[in-house]
């Protein structure tokens, strides 16, 4: 079946510190996969996406994501965390399948980032 | 940039009411969708579409229907309200392009529904 998986509800990481949000996949196929940041009160915003190419993928606001392959993993990261990045964030999958329309998005993980 | 809107930020209706949630965005998008958002659980696919009329059910359609009559059109219909149907509603678009796969899908800022 395919799945994402968020494994922590919760990061909690000070200031200037780098942060990593974790995020596994499980797909039949080549995937797609996404992240997407939430604000408070907002729609979601894209990050950055992983399709084909060089394995570290750099996105908006600073933030990249490696994929690996053999993990199935597709960790977002950012070497100096900004209180501002405090938000909900979604790693998504899609895969690709004849109708291409099937995206899953992980249960998010709230990033805290204190002062 | 790509601007998808949705026709209101915060509504309260009452059980067995009938809810319209429209959608629309302006950058001529093939694809529309509609999740809901709640905590613990992410977005589940409630419904989307890839052209004017065509509709295609995702992970939990039971109580919802939709209609695209336009292309930058795409509304949610709780046929009859119940208080399971509480939750965040948001909308997205994304281009279709010519290899077949799917580009980046933009949210809009979503609806917070309370069915009372």
């Known amino acids: 079946a395919q799945s994402v998986a968020q494994p922590e509800d919760q990061v909690n990481v000070a200031e200037g510190n780098p942060l990593t949000v974790k995020c596994t996949y499980s797909?039949?196929?080549?995937?797609?996969l996404f992240w997407y940041v939430q604000y408070p009160n907002r729609g979601l915003q894209f990050l950055l996406k992983y399709i084909t190419g060089d394995n570290l993928v750099k996105g908006s606001y600073g933030f990249e994501a490696e994929f690996n392959k053999s993990q199935t993993s597709f960790h977002l990261k950012k070497p100096s965390a900004l209180v501002s990045d405090s938000a909900l964030y979604f790693c998504?999958?899609?895969?690709?399948?004849?109708?291409?329309?099937?995206?899953?998005f992980g249960a998010g993980t709230r990033l805290f980032v204190k002062a | 940039d790509v601007k998808v809107t949705q026709s209101s930020r915060y509504l309260v209706k009452r059980t067995g009411e009938k809810v319209f949630l429209e959608c629309v965005q302006d950058?001529?998008?093939?694809?529309m969708f509609w999740y809901r958002q709640d905590p613990g659980l992410g977005l589940r696919l409630i419904y989307f579409s890839y052209d004017v009329k065509m509709k295609e059910k995702g992970d939990i359609p039971e109580g919802y229907s939709v209609s695209r009559e336009k292309k930058e059109r795409f509304s949610l219909i709780l046929e009859s309200a119940s208080t399971n149907q509480t939750s965040m509603y948001l909308c997205a678009s994304s281009l279709l392009s010519l290899t077949g796969r799917l580009e980046t899908q933009y949210f809009g800022p979503g609806t917070r529904l309370l069915v009372l």
């Open positions: 950058m001529d998008h093939e694809n």
């Open positions: 998504a999958v899609r895969d690709l399948l004849p109708a291409g329309f099937k995206t899953i």
């Open positions: 797909v039949s196929g080549n995937p797609y």
